[in-house]
């Protein structure tokens, strides 16, 4: 006997499939009025490899945050509290590196 689902979903191909429960990731739109001279407002704070932006000891992760480093197939910016969590340790090792760094290194 086929279980019968309290919870459908409907593909845009007209398949339909029987759920436990949805996740909707419907978008963010960064908030990124305090961040001055954003050339893609939409996209976010740019950062490098370190998520570090243009400006000196900014650094961004999550939501505000757009990669500057070169696409791959394997990863993209999705905008979900995972990546978010992820992007923040980065940010957070980064800081404390250049924290480290600059009592030792005043090149920085």
């Not at 996740?23 to 939409?42: C, I, M, Q, Y």
């Not at 370190?50 to 990863?75: E, F, I, N, T």
Request: with cysteine.
């Amino acid at each position: 006997m086929a279980k019968k689902w309290r919870t459908y979903v409907e593909l845009t191909n007209g398949k339909r499939f029987g759920v436990d429960w949805i996740l909707s990731a419907t978008g963010v739109r960064p908030n990124t009025d305090w961040f001055p001279g954003l050339k893609h407002p939409e996209h976010g704070i740019y950062v490098n490899d370190w998520m570090h932006s243009s400006l000196p000891d900014v650094y961004a992760a999550g939501d505000v945050c757009y990669p500057s480093w070169p696409r791959q197939k394997h990863w993209f910016q999705m905008r979900l509290w995972s990546q978010g969590r992820t992007m923040g340790i980065c940010a957070g090792i980064s800081m404390s590196t250049a924290a480290d760094s600059s009592s030792t290194d005043n090149s920085r």
